[in-house]
């Protein structure tokens, strides 16, 4: 059923990246034609902003087909951490743009050299873009939670779409007070949404690669279930990480009576305790280690 499961969720998934880079890629060279023709940094901004949507959602599509492949004797636990990666080369790519923009917007600014910026075609393409985003956007938010490759790509949108709103804005000043200067502004202000979210994406990618525990994981929680489970003395070398998101490992040694042996319950315990992380913390993959009570102190391994 967990097979299935997860079969599903990576063929949804994959149609809702194809849908979102048939939009994406579209209005991508409708805003370059755009800003070629108004001459407009911030269109360009938002266009290049839209380059690297589109290199991220092609790079997820590739990630999820690769994901969805069947683990080996070499690849034990399969493909999915292929996600993360792609979500650190999509992380890259945004820290680049943001990068380009901020440095060409700053240097409208000191140099004063604006530009003749043509607001009218910049607003209509800019509407073109937002209405774009705003169909990509609700097409890629049935996966954001499943994956940190789809939240990647979610993020990368809904960046873009705030993106087009500050063109808009800069559009409709510049029609009405003649202020050319708000072109770059608003390049600026796209680049400075863009970090963020980058550096939230990148701390993910660092937080599974670096297998800390999940974020919304109490390993101290955990530990205590355990414990409070009959016949079971004690919990140590308790091990939590990700092989992606929403994918969790759990690993621990449990400490039992003695008589757990004795009475061969040792197989009712540990489906005990599967079922306790399966249900309560969403653990997909435990292992424990079953020792009677004494033998830890004879290990010489550092304890979690």
Request: proline share 2%.
């Amino acid at each position: 059923m967990a097979h299935s499961h997860d079969h599903g969720h990576s063929t949804a998934n994959r149609t809702r990246l194809l849908i979102a880079i048939a939009i994406i890629g579209t209005v991508l060279v409708v805003e370059v034609v755009g800003a070629v023709i108004s001459g407009s940094l911030a269109l360009l901004a938002d266009a290049g902003h839209m380059l690297s949507d589109l290199i991220g959602l092609i790079i997820a599509l590739v990630a999820v087909i690769i994901a969805a492949r069947p683990a080996t004797d070499r690849q034990t636990y399969g493909y999915q951490r292929v996600e993360v990666f792609a979500a650190l080369i999509n992380g890259v790519i945004l820290l680049v743009v943001a990068g380009f923009v901020a440095f060409e917007g700053v240097s409208r600014l000191i140099d004063g050299a604006q530009g003749e910026v043509q607001s009218t075609p910049m607003l209509i393409v800019a509407v073109i873009g937002l209405a774009a985003n705003l169909v990509a956007l609700f097409v890629l938010r049935g996966g954001a939670k499943q994956s940190i490759n789809m939240r990647g790509a979610y993020l990368e949108v809904l960046g873009d779409l705030i993106g087009s709103v500050a063109v808009i804005v800069a559009a409709v000043v510049m029609m009405v007070t003649g202020f050319a200067a708000a072109d770059s502004i608003a390049s600026l202000f796209i680049a400075a949404l863009i970090v963020p979210r980058a550096l939230v994406l990148l701390r993910d990618v660092a937080r599974v690669l670096s297998e800390s525990a999940p974020a919304e994981t109490d390993v101290a929680e955990i530990r205590a279930h355990i414990l409070r489970t009959p016949g079971v003395v004690a919990v140590h070398d308790v091990h939590v990480w990700a092989i992606t998101s929403g994918s969790h490992v759990f690993s621990a040694h449990v400490v039992v009576e003695p008589e757990i042996f004795e009475s061969g319950r040792a197989g009712d315990i540990l489906d005990e305790l599967g079922g306790c992380l399966s249900e309560h913390f969403d653990v997909d993959h435990s292992t424990f280690q079953l020792e009677p009570a004494g033998r830890e102190q004879r290990e010489h391994q550092h304890h979690a």
